[in-house]
C-alpha cells in the first residue's frame, strides 16, 4: 500500500517562504512524476507544479519564477520551495505521485499567507 506523508505547510506573511515535503513508501515499483497541487477555499483543486523521473520540471503560471520543485529519488521524496509567497497562495496543498498506472495523492497540508 503507497502512502505518502506530506509536511512543512503553516502561516507565513506575505513575502516569506515555505519548503513543502511529501515522502512515498510501500511501492514496489519506481516512481514516474511527482507534483504539487492545490485547493484555495472555496475553489476547485489546481495544478501547481510537477516534476519527471528525469528531471524536467513544469509550473503553473502562478508560481512560476516564486516555486520550485525538486525531488530525492533515493528518498522517495519531493520538495516544494515556496519563495514569495502572496495571499492567494493560501490553500490546502497536496502531494500526487505516479506510479504507473495509478495516481497518489497525499492527505493535503495547509499553507496560510497573510497580508
Known amino acids: 500500500q503507497v502512502q505518502l506523508v506530506e509536511s512543512g505547510g503553516g502561516l507565513v506573511q506575505a513575502g516569506g517562504s515555505l519548503r513543502l515535503s511529501c515522502a512515498a513508501s510501500?511501492?514496489?515499483?519506481?516512481?514516474?512524476?511527482m507534483g504539487w497541487y492545490r485547493q484555495p477555499p472555496g475553489k476547485q483543486r489546481e495544478f501547481v507544479a510537477r516534476?519527471?523521473?528525469?528531471?524536467?520540471?513544469y509550473y503553473s503560471d502562478s508560481v512560476k519564477g516564486r516555486f520550485t520543485i525538486s525531488r530525492d529519488n533515493a528518498k522517495n521524496t519531493v520538495y516544494l520551495q515556496m519563495n514569495s509567497l502572496k495571499p492567494e497562495d493560501t490553500a490546502v496543498y497536496y502531494c500526487?505521485?505516479?506510479?504507473?498506472?495509478?495516481?497518489?495523492w497525499g492527505q493535503g497540508t495547509q499553507v496560510t499567507v497573510s497580508s
Open positions: 500526487n505521485v505516479q506510479i504507473i498506472p495509478q495516481n497518489y
Open positions: 510501500g511501492s514496489r515499483f519506481s516512481i514516474n512524476a
Open positions: 516534476i519527471d523521473s528525469g528531471g524536467d520540471s
